[in-house]
């Protein structure tokens, strides 16, 4: 199975959606192998947003990050990177589609509600910024075959 990581950010805990997040991911079939709430430090940030540090909007980011707690999960599946992405819908609010997380509930390129893994790579490095592997739990969910078909579980 593929693995990503999702970060419910600041902005998604304050307006109280973090069921309405976690409800989204599950009805898709994507299984939760790890969740936790933490409040993320300059640190983790500065290593996180690496690619953002030469941006004009970074130091502002990074308040925002820091503005409450976050939810961090490492969500597991088929196509699990895709799919998330395609949950979560693209970066700018306004312009993702109804259905999409952000297409519902956000205006903003920077309260965009969610974060999530761009590729299989990056998720890897985000799953072990964020989590020990004693925080992550494998298990099979009880709905996999009504979830995928045949020929999607095949290798």
Known sequence: MERTLIIIK???VQRNLLGEIVHRFERKGLKIEGLKMTRLDDQILDEHYAHHKD???FES???SMKSS???VAVLSGINAVQACRVIVGPTYG???GAGSIRGDFSMSIQANLVHASDSKKTADEEIKR???SEELFEYIRIDFE???GEED???
């Open 61 to 63: 980011l990074k308040k």
């Open 153 to 155: 579980r095949s290798p």
């Open 10 to 12: 600041p902005d998604a």
């Open 69 to 71: 707690p976050v939810i």
């Open 130 to 132: 964020f989590f020990k």
């Open 146 to 148: 009504h979830v995928y």
């Open 55 to 57: 941006k004009t909007f």
């Open 94 to 96: 306004v312009e993702a």
